[in-house]
């Protein structure tokens, strides 16, 4: 008889915290695949560090192959599949088309940005989800420094220095926060014509509030914080056209800017309607145990799958890293119950004991077991989360180095566009 096989798609918080687990938890006869179209996880609540050039990019990423002893990793980008025959459908880099036959399926694809049909809106803005998009709008936030410093007309510099986001989630609200702080560090030591011309922040959101992740107090305190800073909250407001100098709102507003990041939320990643799996509101729709309605061998976790919320009966689970890595430690226990044929399966259960967000440079709100704190203290709270949280020794000493060398020197301001581009050999 073949050895049984666990397939992993997604190499993100679900996917590796469930490979970490399954590697603990199955009989060593248990082949395990991961299937991931990179070859590390993205340490996304630190991507604002990134962004802001307190974090170096490669210290918030984590090589998969230096944590998963047992795990077979494979690079591939996954395309779909037949669940009826057990089959997962992929890319391999070279292009060629590969499929793993499985007998469990863990899908962990996590999500992408959700974007809408504005006018201008996916040839003038950038996103906030990935490495190379963080690392692109600090590019961008340098040159428009860079071009605003050469400008002798004031009025076409306050052009190059506004920056506008749309969209108040984690990604949205803590980008902001921490390249407007830098956007500060700079302006102060570096830039005297833009320090002139002053700079504009705007965040805008269609919603009645900011941070749906959090508990409405804690969200309007980290609202004040921000307007206190100097950012522009509009709530409640559409964005309607976006150009390459300007955005409209629904408001009618035009705000004359060049710089538009979108945050305005995530949506499932499309693999999960190849799968023709059940969705709910394009998630896959899971039971409370992470199995996929429907299906014994197929498991869907994370931003991906529809799991109810036991916090919020009625409602699935919120996007969050949070919610993923436990979800994952369960879905190890879960699957490797169900490959032995014995014990029962567990259900979800998590209630958050507390939220916070980083506003900068030793700046964050968070609450904890109902505590609100700002600043300093809760900056700290959060350090310390993550350096929990974030696997490995070694990355643990990284962002320790670069927080320490950060807490004590500016953030430099070179642009580094070019890295990984060069340009053609030359004749
Ligand atoms: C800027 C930012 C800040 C955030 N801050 C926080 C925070 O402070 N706290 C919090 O709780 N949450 C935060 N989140 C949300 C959090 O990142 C997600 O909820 C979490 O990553 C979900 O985990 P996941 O495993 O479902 O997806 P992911 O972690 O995104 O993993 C999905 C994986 O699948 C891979 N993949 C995708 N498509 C394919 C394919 N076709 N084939 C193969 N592999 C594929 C991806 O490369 C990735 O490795 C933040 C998100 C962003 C963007």
Known sequence: MSAKHVVIAGGGFGGYYTAKTLERTLPPDVRITLVSDVNYLLYTPLLPG??????????????????????????????????????????????????????????????????????????????????????????????????????????LRREYLTFLFVGAGYAGLEGLAELQDYAIDALRYYYPRCREAGMRWVLVDAAARIMPEMKPALAEFTAELLRERGVEIKLETQVKEVTDRSVTLSTGEEIPCRTVCWTAGVKANPVAERLGLPLTEGRISC?????????????????IAAVPDPARPGYPCPPTAQHAIRQAKLMGEN????????????????????AFAELGRQQGVASIKGIRVKGFPAWVVGRFYHLAWMPGVRRKARLI??????FWFHRDTAELGQLGHPPPLAD
Request: glycine share 8%; aromatic share 6%.
């Open 335 to 354: 699957v490797a119950a169900a490959l032995a044929g014995t014990g029962e399966l567990k259900p979800f259960r998590f209630k958050t004991l507390g």
């Open 50 to 155: 990134a962004a802001a050039g307190s974090l170096e990019p490669r210290h918030v990423v984590v090589p998969l192959r230096e944590r998963l002893r047992r795990v077979d990793l494979r690079l591939a980008r996954v395309t779909g599949g037949d669940p009826g025959r057990r089959e997962l459908e992929a890319t391999l880099l070279t292009g060629s088309p590969v499929r793993w036959r499985y007998d469990h399926l863990v899908i962990a694809l996590g999500s992408v940005s959700r974007t809408v049909p504005i006018p201008g809106l996916v040839e003038h803005a950038i996103g906030f989800k990935t490495l190379p998009e963080a690392i692109a709008l600090r590019n961008r936030l340098v040159r428009q420094l860079e071009s605003a410093e050469a400008l002798d007309e004031v009025e």
């Open 401 to 406: 180095a670069d927080w320490t060398v950060d």
């Open 287 to 303: 039971t409370e145990h992470l199995r996929v309605i429907g299906y014994d061998d197929v498991w869907a976790l994370g931003d």
